[in-house]
C-alpha cells in the first residue's frame, strides 16, 4: 500500500491566487515528520516546509502553510498568492519515526501550472 | 556551504558499460541517502548510510548495483553492467540531527 498519496496529477491555478495540493499519508507511527519539496523544471529538488506529527501548530513558511489533519492522515499544502515561478512539480514526503536517519518516503507528486 | 554535489550533471553511456555517480554531502552531516526518480515509480529509496556504514539497502534493485561511502565526504553508486531501464535521474542527499534533508542537483543517466 502506498504510504504517502497526492490524488492530483496535475493543477491549474492563475497568478495571485491560492492553492491546495493534497496529501495523505498512512504509518502506524505516533511519532512522524512530513515534508513537502518543489522540482522546478530544473530538477533540483528544494525543501519548502516540514510539519512534526505532535506539533500542535500548522507549519508556515512566508507563502506556504501546511494544513495538518492529523486525524484525517492528511498534509495539504496551501500555497498563498500564486507566482508564475511556482509552477513546478511538489511532492509530499514522510519520514516515519521522525529521526533524522530515517529516510524519505515520497508521494508521486503534483504538477502545478499557473498561468497568467 | 556548496550544498550536497553531485557529479556528473549528465552521463550517456552504452548499454553493458559501468558507470559511476559520485557524491559529495555536506560536511558535518551523517546521513546520506542515495534516491532513483523515474516517471513510472517516482522518488525511490536505493540505499542509505549512517557514519558511512550502509544501513538498508534493500532499495537496491539488483545485484548489478552497488554504492559505498569510503569515508564521511564521499559516496558513489555504481552501476555494472548498465541497461536502458537504468535510465533515471539519481540524486544524492545528506542530513544531519535537524529535520533538514538537502538533495543534490541530481545525475541524469541515459543507457543506449
Known amino acids: 500500500a502506498q504510504k504517502i498519496t497526492q490524488t492530483q496529477p496535475g493543477m491549474f491555478v492563475q497568478e495571485k491566487e491560492a492553492v491546495t495540493l493534497d496529501c495523505t499519508y498512512d504509518?502506524?507511527?505516533?511519532?512522524?515528520?512530513l515534508f513537502w519539496y518543489k522540482q522546478p523544471s530544473s530538477g533540483e529538488m528544494i525543501f519548502l516546509i516540514y510539519?512534526?506529527?505532535?506539533?500542535?501548530q500548522n507549519a508556515t513558511e512566508g507563502r506556504y502553510s501546511l494544513n495538518f489533519q492529523k486525524a484525517r492522515k492528511s498534509a495539504n499544502l496551501v500555497i498563498s498568492a500564486s507566482q508564475l515561478g511556482d509552477s513546478a512539480m511538489y511532492f509530499c514526503a514522510m519520514r516515519e519515526a521522525n529521526q533524522a536517519g530515517t529516510a524519505l518516503i515520497f508521494g508521486k507528486g503534483t504538477t502545478l501550472s499557473v498561468s497568467s | 556551504d556548496a550544498g550536497v554535489i553531485q557529479s556528473p550533471r549528465h552521463e550517456v553511456t552504452e548499454m553493458g558499460q559501468e558507470v559511476t555517480l559520485r557524491c559529495k554531502p555536506i560536511?558535518?552531516?551523517?546521513?546520506l541517502f542515495w534516491y532513483r526518480q523515474t516517471m513510472m515509480r517516482g522518488l525511490e529509496l536505493l540505499i542509505y548510510f549512517n557514519n558511512n556504514v550502509p544501513i538498508d539497502d534493500s532499495g537496491m534493485p539488483e545485484d548489478r548495483f552497488s554504492a559505498k561511502m569510503p569515508n564521511a565526504s564521499f559516496s558513489t553508486l555504481k552501476i555494472q553492467p548498465s541497461e536502458p531501464r537504468d535510465s533515471a535521474v539519481y540524486f544524492c542527499?545528506?542530513?544531519?540531527?535537524?529535520?533538514?534533508?538537502?538533495f543534490g542537483s541530481g545525475t541524469r543517466l541515459t543507457v543506449v
Open positions: 542527499a545528506s542530513s544531519s540531527a535537524d529535520y533538514g534533508y538537502t
Open positions: 510539519q512534526g506529527s505532535y506539533d500542535e
Open positions: 560536511s558535518g552531516h551523517d546521513y
Open positions: 504509518t502506524s507511527d505516533q511519532s512522524y515528520g
